[in-house]
């Protein structure tokens, strides 16, 4: 299974992000995607996640101006992050729970920076 992230990159406080993220290879059954992010000398944190049912779970940090996403067909989940402040600056990582053996796999990161 690989994750392939797309958007990130320098953004304004206020401003919005889009991220999305593709699960390609073996899937076999996807339990959960999402979004989790660590900054620079802090723990990862989850930002969000979609479990399959359709149920999210959000991250207190960003609750209440994000949302998750998801299209079934292509295996891909979105984040809309709104009212970004620069504490949301981070390296955004998506994460699958799913697969043949239900495993957790990480995508490669992607800079999010928010600049004041």
């Known amino acids: 299974v690989q994750l392939q992230a797309f958007g990130g990159g320098l953004v304004q406080a206020g401003g919005y992000l889009r991220l999305s993220c593709t699960a390609s290879?073996?899937?076999?059954?996807?339990?959960?995607m999402g979004w989790y992010r660590q900054a620079p000398g802090k723990q990862r944190e989850l930002v969000a996640v979609?479990?399959?049912?359709?149920?999210?779970i959000y991250g207190d940090s960003v609750k209440g101006r994000s949302t998750i996403s998801r299209d079934n067909a292509k295996n891909t989940v979105y984040l809309q992050m709104d009212r970004l402040k620069p504490e949301d600056t981070a390296v955004y990582y998506c994460?699958?729970?799913?697969?043949?053996?239900?495993?957790?796999?990480w995508g490669p990161g992607t800079q999010v920076t928010v600049s004041s």
């Open positions: 290879g073996n899937i076999f059954r996807i339990n959960s």
């Open positions: 979609i479990v399959s049912s359709g149920s999210t």
């Open positions: 994460n699958m729970d799913g697969g043949s053996y239900s495993q957790d796999y």
